[in-house]
Every structure is written in structure tokens, then in C-alpha cells.
């Protein structure tokens, strides 16, 4: 019994096309059905891939796009991309399907057109959203795939790919090139910013090493990916979500949008934003699927694992001995420091450009060992001045212009004040200053749309290193660092690093709550520490309560018991001691 008559890998479109088929019902004279009625939906194509990529287990088969990949991944084939949204360029129209003779024929999840097209009133024009993404920011390397090895395509799949190929019978290959670039309809789709028919026949034909030079000119450590959106609510896709995208790769070196004095459309929403992102350094990725990431979706190989407490107990002491050591014995910094991993912000004193360089060092190649994104910002007086920290609109190009302060959800930043000098900050470091605050106060970036700026929430997890307290980024917790010891620490091996960014990543994402009972020791307890000392705030006490939700899922725990509530009043005891 043979296999189904397309490859979803090796040649998706295939898979799009029989579908199409099979919905309007092609095989008869009069078609079943109108390919208007789909108005750009799925007519059954999705559920072929979704029944590959998860039921046969093809999703490890798919080739995730990166600049390793792209040196021989094939066009028109299925790729994985992982990335964040960075901008939503808008929608862009397209013709979905129209008439070749007496066949309907369908545009979807193409760039080209794989046949002529006429200018008949049957042709059914359709939208999709365009999504400018890049990848994680800060995005550490233990989180990339291990190897990406090219797929072997067999013999079987080959002969499948040339019979298919036979069968479209595709017209144009008989037609003369000169003539399909003078037609009335390749002169027009040129107009439009839309590639020739002739396009696409050479695209089938493109080689890999052809593939190389067409993406000679892309960022190679930094793959941006142009994705195209068809089946899916605006409100599935935020910007600064992290996606894998499954979709269909297509590139043409010749799609690149020139700018045309005579073009009508020269303002167009082809020549604002397209223009600035031409094939030869964006892939184009028609989406068939996505997913949002999580945390837990970076952890390669990581196996799910119950947080069992007594598993959740090892790891933890383990992981406070590591850290113990990576700052020089200084036990309560280590505790504190494994709360700052969950939700507050930790500001780290005593340190001057000599020992950072040294703690400091060790702390940050720690994080980068143990969390998926972490970024540094050095944070002196030039670069407060010059610094792009929020996301600026530029309505010259259509694009958001990206900041530094435009990151994912769980990021961790570590700012270094110990380089910070005496001087007068600009419009620019006045505005950054403001930035921070607002960041590590209410976890919101403003982002500069000229005319108007707007909120946007984010989950960025802060350490500061100060001589210091830190007047610019006022922490939610400040500790005086004094290590008792200068001993470099051993690398730890594979599996202990395993095991604790599983724990960090588990128990950061654990529900929590207070019972009745509990609640009413905490009110009591905070209206004790009022009476006692009056300097207390509403802040301090939101700070307890941060604390012990932190420990309560440090041990893996779901809800507060009174043992670590006693445990984050002593911990604020000790720090305030010290402060002393």
C-alpha cells in the first residue's frame, strides 16, 4: 500500500495544491466548490501538515532556519524558524486563486505564480499579515540545536518530486523566455512589485549553491525572517511573543523590490517596507503553523519531569551551592540572588570596576549557563547619552526601529553602574534614565510612535552591579556584596546544568496562591512590622509577599505555608542587618 501522493517535507506547496484540488472538487467540469468561498481560509491543507509534523512525529524532521541551514536548505521546502515578533508590517494583498483555462489554480503560501495569470474577473484576491521577526535577543547558544544536518533525500523522494513536477505540465515551459518578460501580464505583476511567472520556473530549478549566493548578503549571526501569516487571529500574534514559525521557505533573488520614479504605486506599502527588506537578506517564510515558545521550549532534550519535591529539594540545594561559590561564599547574597531569578529586581552593592570584572563576570557567564536570554548593558555616561534603549517608529521606512529594551518575556538584563562617572546627560540620557525606571518599577517600556508613545508591558528580570545604591535603576531589593573569597569555581558538568535550568524554568512558570489561614498570619504579621517600625510602606511589604512566593516555588510548592513565610521575614531581617 503506497504512501499518500505528496511530501509535506520535501514539497509542501504539493500538499497545499491537492487539497485545493480535492476541496473544489478541480476533477469536474463545473467545480463543487468556489474558491471565494474560502476568502483566504484553510480548506484542509493544515490539518495534512498537522497530521505529519505531530501524529508521524515529522516535526524533527523539519530543518529549523538559521544561517547554518540556509547554506542548503532547499527552496519551496518546509523549514522551522524561531524568532521573536519585532514588527507587524501590515497586511499585504494577493491573488489567492484564479483561472488557468478551465483549472483554478491557488497563490497561497507563494511568493510567484507557478502559472500565467489573466486578468480575469474570477480571480479571487486575498489578504495576509506580514511579521518582520528576528531572533531571541540575548538568545544564549546552549539553547541552539546541538547539529543541523542536511536531510538525505532519498532516491524515492526525488523520483516523487520529478513526477509531480511532470504532471503540472507546466505551460510556461514552452513559452520563450523573451516573450513571458514582454508580456502585458509580467509587465504588469512587475508593477504591482510582484515577480514574473518566468520567476517562479526558475525558482523550481534553483541549485544550492545558488541558494548560497542568493543569502550572500544576510547578517550571519543575526537571521532575520520575513513570515507571512494566513490562518490565524490578530490576536494569537503579539509583537515581542517568541513563535516557531513551520512554514514554507521561498526566496527569489530577483524579488527584490526596486524603487521606481514612475511607479504608481511608489507609495505603496511595497516600496515603504518591502524595499528595506529585499530576499537576498530576508528569507520569506509562508507559515502553515505556529506555536508560542516558552521558557521550557529551549531546554534541549530536556525530558518532561514532574517537580517532585523532593527532586525539586536536591536541585535546589545544588544550585545554591554553585552559586554560593560563584560569589565567593557570600551565602545571603545567594539566596537573594535566587529570588531575583524569579520577580524582583536585585541590586548588588559594594562592587568597583576591579571586582566586577571578577564577580561580575562570573555571575553574568553563570546566567548565561542557566537561563535562555540574558543581555548586559554597561551602563555609562556616553552610552545613557547615545544609547536607543526603546523601539522608535520610523514612518519614512514603515518599520519599528528596534531598542534595546524591546525583549521577550523572561529575559534577564544585568546592568554594570561600577563604570558610571559625574556628568550632565542630554535629552537622550534623560529620556533613558526615565526608561529604566519605568522598566524596573512597573515592568513597562514606552515605545516612541513620534506623535504618541504607548505603554507595552514585559517580564525582564533586573541585577545591578553599583558601587552604590543605584539612583538610576531603583532596585526592589538591595544587598551589599562581601565575598569571603576569591577561589575560582569549576565549570560544572553537563548534567548538573541540565538539571538546574529544568528547576529554573519549572518552577518560575508553577501557579501560586495564599490560603485563608495563611493570609490571616501574613495581615497579622504586617500590621506587627507597621506598628514596630513606621518607615515601612506598602512597597516593602509587596516586596515580603514577592519573597515568599519565591520560595514557596523555589521548593516547588504551589501555595504559601507559614514555614516560608518565616523563612522571607528572616531573609529580610538578614538584608536589612547588612544594610546597616
Not at 499518500?4 to 484540488?21: I, Q, T
Not at 511568493?111 to 479571487?124: A, I, K
Not at 516558552?294 to 536536591?314: M, R, T, Y
Not at 529570588?339 to 564577580?359: H, I, P, R, Y
Request: net charge negative.
Amino acid at each position: 500500500m503506497g504512501g499518500p501522493p505528496y511530501d509535506c517535507l520535501a514539497n509542501p506547496l504539493g500538499a497545499v495544491r491537492l487539497a485545493f484540488e480535492k476541496a473544489i472538487g478541480s476533477e469536474l467540469e463545473t467545480p463543487s466548490t468556489h474558491p471565494s468561498a474560502f476568502n483566504g481560509k484553510d480548506w484542509g491543507a493544515l490539518e495534512l501538515f498537522r497530521h505529519f509534523l505531530f501524529q508521524e512525529s515529522g516535526l524533527s524532521q523539519v530543518p529549523i532556519l538559521n544561517p547554518k541551514t540556509l547554506r542548503w536548505v532547499q527552496p519551496n521546502s518546509l523549514v522551522r524558524y524561531r524568532g521573536m515578533i519585532q514588527d507587524m508590517l501590515g497586511n499585504e494583498f494577493y491573488a489567492g486563486a484564479y483561472k488557468d483555462g478551465n483549472l483554478w489554480r491557488t497563490n497561497k503560501f507563494m511568493d510567484v505564480s507557478q502559472y500565467p495569470m489573466g486578468s480575469s474577473p474570477d480571480m479571487c484576491i486575498w489578504e495576509r499579515r506580514l511579521l518582520y521577526c528576528v531572533p531571541v535577543p540575548g538568545q544564549n547558544s546552549w539553547t541552539e540545536p546541538s547539529s543541523e544536518m542536511e536531510p538525505n533525500w532519498s532516491s524515492q523522494t526525488r523520483e516523487k518530486r520529478r513526477r509531480m513536477d511532470d504532471e503540472d505540465n507546466d505551460p510556461m515551459d514552452l513559452v520563450p523566455d523573451d516573450e513571458i518578460k514582454s508580456s502585458p501580464i509580467t509587465k504588469k505583476m512587475r508593477e504591482d512589485g510582484l515577480p514574473s511567472p518566468s520567476q517562479s520556473r526558475d525558482t523550481k530549478t534553483t541549485s544550492s549553491s545558488s541558494i548560497t549566493s542568493t543569502f550572500q548578503s544576510v547578517d550571519k549571526d543575526n537571521l532575520p525572517c520575513l513570515v507571512k501569516i494566513y490562518d490565524s487571529p490578530e490576536s494569537e500574534l503579539k509583537l515581542n511573543d517568541v513563535f516557531e514559525f513551520i512554514g514554507v521557505l521561498t526566496f527569489d533573488s530577483e524579488l527584490a523590490v526596486e524603487k521606481d520614479d514612475n511607479d504608481e504605486l511608489s507609495n505603496s506599502f511595497y516600496d515603504d517596507a518591502l524595499v528595506h527588506l529585499p530576499p537576498n537578506k530576508v528569507p520569506r517564510l509562508h507559515c502553515l503553523i505556529h506555536r508560542k515558545l516558552a521558557v521550557q521550549d529551549f531546554l534541549p532534550g530536556s525530558p518532561i519531569i514532574q517537580p517532585k519535591p523532593h527532586l525539586v529539594k536536591e536541585t535546589r540545594e545544588a544550585l545554591f551551592r554553585h552559586l554560593t561559590a560563584v560569589l565567593g561564599n557570600d551565602e545571603v547574597h545567594a539566596r537573594v540572588d535566587d529570588v531575583a531569578v524569579g520577580k524582583l529586581s536585585l541590586n548588588l552593592t559594594g562592587l568597583n570596576k576591579e571586582s566586577v570584572s571578577v564577580f561580575g563576570t562570573r555571575l553574568s557567564d553563570t546566567f548565561k549557563n542557566l537561563l535562555p536570554f540574558t543581555n548586559c548593558m554597561p551602563l555609562t555616561l556616553e552610552y545613557l547619552n547615545i544609547a536607543s534603549l526603546a523601539p522608535k517608529k520610523d514612518y519614512q521606512a514603515n518599520r519599528l526601529v528596534p531598542g534595546v529594551l524591546q525583549l521577550p518575556e523572561g529575559s534577564h538584563l544585568m546592568v554594570d553602574e561600577t563604570r558610571l562617572e559625574s556628568g550632565s546627560l542630554n535629552s537622550t540620557g534623560i529620556e533613558n534614565t526615565k526608561l529604566l525606571k519605568n522598566l524596573i518599577e512597573f515592568q513597562k517600556v514606552e515605545y516612541d510612535f513620534q506623535y504618541y508613545k504607548v505603554e507595552m508591558a514585559t517580564d525582564v528580570q533586573l541585577l545591578i552591579f553599583s558601587e552604590g545604591k543605584s539612583n538610576i535603576v531603583p532596585a526592589d531589593v538591595i544587598v551589599p556584596f562581601q565575598p569571603s573569597c576569591l577561589e575560582s569555581t569549576e565549570m560544572p558538568v553537563a548534567e548538573a546544568l541540565e538539571g538546574w535550568r529544568w528547576y529554573l524554568a519549572t518552577v518560575r512558570s508553577l501557579p501560586h496562591s495564599i490560603g485563608s489561614e495563611i493570609q490571616k498570619v501574613v495581615e497579622d504579621d504586617l500590621v506587627a512590622a507597621r506598628q514596630m517600625d513606621r518607615s515601612l510602606g506598602s512597597r516593602d511589604f509587596s516586596r515580603w509577599l514577592t519573597m515568599a512566593r519565591l520560595i514557596s516555588s523555589s521548593f516547588g510548592e504551589t501555595s504559601l505555608s507559614k514555614e516560608h513565610w518565616e523563612m522571607a521575614k528572616e531573609m529580610e531581617r538578614l538584608r536589612r542587618e547588612r544594610l546597616k
